[in-house]
């Protein structure tokens, strides 16, 4: 994996290794106040983005799976299947996202649309590229977040893999948000079969 300028280091093994101390109950103990830097530079692990992106992986993953098991229990007609993988950016392999479920849906006027829903853990702009990949986003932010969002699917010329179907909406983005209540609404929507169930969704 081809690095870049950000570094990484372990932070839980750090902190264990570098309990914080209480000024007043050393000076308590001792009766002066130790002003010894309590860490150094040298004593942090840094991490390889290799281990980086396994445990950003690791994350992502079992984000994924409670997120498609409070999707799958709100009601036993509305059931997708657990089709979790994870994908980390290339450089930047504390980011990544998830694929979580994929189905078939009714979609404004088409009848029959393949779709994919993901959760990553940054926020950007989703793009109209046609291949199916990190490509797909722009404007990528490094800071702390959680974007959930489903596009549009269809086979593409390579075997094996997909590629947005941009006829969906012109860019094939179903829905985009980093609210998690509004994106299991709009999952469970999309797999809803009949209008009784569409109207309790529309509550929640």
């Given amino acids: 994996m081809q690095q870049t300028g950000f570094r990484y280091y372990d932070a839980v093994a750090f902190k264990r290794a570098n309990p914080p101390r209480s000024a007043h109950t050393e000076f308590l103990r001792t009766g002066r106040i130790d002003r010894t830097p309590t860490w150094s530079a040298t004593e942090k692990r840094y991490l390889s983005y290799e281990e980086v992106a396994e445990r950003t992986g690791r994350k992502l993953e079992r984000a994924g799976s409670i997120t498609h098991g409070r ?12 089709l979790i993988f994870h994908r980390t950016l290339a450089g930047t392999p504390h980011l990544g996202y998830c694929h979580i479920t ?24 989703i793009g109209a590229d046609s291949d199916h990949g ?29 590629r947005i ?4 909406r012109g860019n094939g983005v179903l829905f985009r948000t980093d609210d998690p209540k509004l994106a299991m609404k709009n999952v469970l929507m999309l797999g809803a079969g009949n209008e009784a169930l569409r109207k309790i969704i529309r509550a929640m």
């Avoid at 179907?165 to 969906?168: A, M, P, R």
Wanted: charged share 20%; proline share 4%.
């Fill in 165 to 168: 179907d941009s006829k969906i």
């Fill in 102 to 125: 994929v189905a078939k849906s009714r979609f404004a006027e088409f009848e029959n649309v393949q779709w994919a829903f993901y959760m990553a853990n940054f926020q950007a702009e």
């Fill in 134 to 162: 990190e490509q797909f986003f722009d404007s990528i932010s490094h800071t702390p977040g959680r974007m959930y969002f489903a596009v549009a699917i269809m086979p593409a010329e390579e075997a094996g893999r997909l």
């Fill in 71 to 82: 999707i799958n229990r709100f009601h036993q007609s509305i059931q997708f299947p657990r």
